[in-house]
């Protein structure tokens, strides 16, 4: 599976968007891109996956640049309750299921 | 979305006794069931992944006489942490996916090990 590259953190103002990008320049025709968080202490939680096409969900929205080797999840009004770290991890269908996860980027919303 | 459960939520024992945790789908049947391993300020780590009814492959590293993974039924993983010492205290979580859940996969809460 392809690794991806993310910043280490950043900082979002509650109420605002929250824009975390992805790297993942050797990505495959074939792998989706997952977006998974992990609020402190806690088992991560799926957010939102694409393949080619931007997708948006009722929890964020995710961006795939045409050449599919980025993309950008976006919360459109962060929270307080947003703070986690985020996931990006390029997986392909036809593997056995597991995920890889990289050491993803620390989301810190304030007040 | 699918509902995974781990039991315990925490646990505490002395080094070298052994150590089971239960990782539950409870509204769907999972035939794949993964684990990960979690040190403080680290990435998952996956241990492994597990077939219902068949033998678990390890990842590299990982010693399978020392983590031992049983997945009897579509329901239910146990990791069983043999002769645990202070240096397997660690956030253990699981994951269960299933075709009917569109493949991917859905973790539990985590169970936090801690190893005197």
């Known amino acids: 599976d392809a690794k991806t590259t993310q910043p280490t953190s950043m900082d979002c103002a509650e109420g605002r968007a929250a824009n975390l990008p992805c790297n993942h320049s050797?990505?495959?025709?074939?792998?989706?891109v997952y977006w998974y968080r992990q609020i402190h202490s806690q088992g991560p939680q799926y957010i939102i996956h694409?393949?080619?096409n931007n997708e948006t969900n009722e929890m964020a929205s995710l961006i795939i640049t045409e050449d599919r080797k980025s993309s950008t999840l976006i919360l459109p009004h962060a929270t307080l309750r947003d703070t986690a770290v985020y996931y990006c991890?390029?997986?392909?269908?036809?593997?056995?299921?597991?995920?890889?996860f990289g050491q993803g980027t620390t989301l810190q919303v304030k007040p | 979305g699918a509902v995974v459960s781990q039991h315990p939520s925490w646990v505490i024992c002395k080094s070298g006794t052994s150590v089971k945790i239960e990782c539950r789908s409870l509204?769907?049947?999972?035939?794949?069931m993964f684990w990960y391993r979690q040190f403080p300020k680290q990435s998952l780590m996956l241990m492994a992944t597990?077939?219902?009814?068949?033998?678990?492959?390890?990842e590299q590293g990982v010693e399978k006489d020392k983590f031992l993974i049983n997945h009897a039924s579509l329901t239910l993983s146990t990791l069983t942490v043999t002769s645990a010492h202070p240096e397997d205290s660690s956030f253990y979580i699981c994951?269960?996916?299933?075709?009917?859940?569109?493949?991917?996969?859905?973790f539990g809460p985590g169970t936090r090990l801690t190893v005197l």
């Open positions: 994951s269960a996916s299933a075709l009917a859940t569109g493949g991917w996969q859905f």
């Open positions: 050797t990505i495959s025709g074939n792998e989706y």
């Open positions: 991890i390029v997986r392909s269908p036809s593997n056995t299921g597991k995920l890889i």
């Open positions: 694409g393949l080619k």
């Open positions: 597990s077939n219902e009814g068949s033998k678990a492959t390890y």
């Open positions: 509204d769907f049947q999972a035939t794949t």
